[in-house]
């Protein structure tokens, strides 16, 4: 038998913690032992921020589809009733176990409770999914989240402006001229109580301090090959990536797609993701090709610019290119395994 490759998760795990310490072990592992039976330790783990369990999903996806057919990761796991009802709560076993992605010993789950208090949804979409089939997942997942009766208001006031988003972000990914790929992702709210509204308007007036957090992500190609492939076949022509083929610009590329680009048969995209998270006032990360980039409300003003510009069928100025050379600077890189991943936070209620 194969000696197994372990890696570790341990104490409270965060998106800056999973990035800087467990990819680059998972990055070992598939550069050089991959003969290895992979092992997730959740031994000395006790929380696991909720973006991250989309990304375990699709980490599990690539290691069955690439490196062990017969045989899914295996996950150790100690009795931490909390971690542990929190996983079940958002259905990570039960899509692990439906997808056969991770083998684990099922009597530490059997009498779990679900906790209504974690205000979070996980969901799957099949690649080439049709868009019926996406919009019916859309409303499943409204539907779990609507589980919380503390924020069910909350998300029946924004209920259509979440189903737009998801339903962008996993056509996006589902596609087959784009990421052709699998989706997994998280919808998580925070809910905050009376005092705790009071003094977060104290210091924001504008928006709210009850927030969602999205995470969507995928194991497709990624987002500069897809792109190079529509320019190598001549159905589109370079914008951004004209002054710098960095990763960032052909970010930049994909936000901008619908406008760039249409009608272009992508009718679905990042664009008008986008423009609902920031004039919104929340902020999206788009990590792919070992580069992660935060845009938030303060793009706002610059993604209008350039908006402007592209209906024009106009060049960005020499100002709005300074800016955007600034922002690359101040890129954030991350080296990532697969695909695309995609972070939204933003406020449940806003004022225009």
Not at 42 to 53: A, E, T
Not at 122 to 143: H, Q, R, T, Y
Not at 211 to 239: L, T, W
Not at 272 to 297: A, P
Request: charged share 30%; aromatic share 14%; glycine share 4%.
């Amino acid at each position: 038998m194969d000696t197994p490759y372990q890696i570790d998760f341990t104490g409270s795990l965060y998106m800056s913690d999973f990035y800087d310490d467990i990819i680059p072990k998972i990055r070992d592992h598939y550069h050089n032992h991959r003969e290895k039976i992979l092992i997730f330790n959740f031994s000395d783990l006790r929380f696991i921020s909720p973006n991250i369990v989309p990304n375990l999903l699709n980490i599990a996806d690539i290691y069955k589809k690439n490196f062990r057919k017969e045989r899914s990761i295996e996950l150790i796991l100690s009795y931490n009733r909390d971690l542990l009802s929190f996983l079940d709560f958002v259905s990570f076993f039960k899509l692990s176990d439906d997808l056969e992605l991770f083998s684990y010993n099922h009597d530490m789950i059997g009498d779990l409770k679900e906790k209504s208090t974690d205000n979070c949804s996980l969901f799957f979409s099949k690649a080439n999914s049709g868009e019926d089939e996406i919009n019916n997942e859309c409303d499943e997942l409204m539907k779990n989240m609507k589980r919380c009766i503390e924020i069910e208001k909350d998300i029946k006031e924004q209920e259509d402006t979440f189903k737009e988003i998801f339903f962008h972000l996993i056509h996006n990914a589902n596609d087959k001229d784009r990421g052709n790929s699998n989706a997994y992702g998280s919808f998580k709210v925070n809910s905050y109580d009376k005092d705790q509204r009071k003094k977060y308007d104290s210091l924001d007036k504008k928006s709210s301090p009850n927030r969602a957090y999205i995470a969507v992500c995928d194991n497709g190609v990624g987002i500069m090959h897809s792109i190079n492939e529509q320019f190598k076949n001549e159905k589109a022509k370079p914008y951004f990536t004209k002054y710098n083929k960095t990763a960032f610009y052909y970010i930049l590329e994909a936000i901008f797609w619908r406008k760039i680009n249409p009608p272009f048969p992508f009718i679905h995209g990042l664009y008008d993701v986008t423009k609902i998270v920031l004039e919104r006032g929340g902020q999206i990360g788009i990590n792919s090709d070992k580069t992660y980039i935060v845009f938030n409300k303060y793009f706002l003003k610059t993604f209008l610019v350039l908006t402007k510009a592209i209906a024009r069928n106009e060049e960005p100025d020499s100002a709005t290119l300074a800016e955007l050379k600034e922002m690359n600077i101040k890129k954030t890189k991350y080296k990532v395994y697969r695909g695309v991943h995609i972070d939204i936070e933003m406020p449940l209620e806003w004022k225009q």
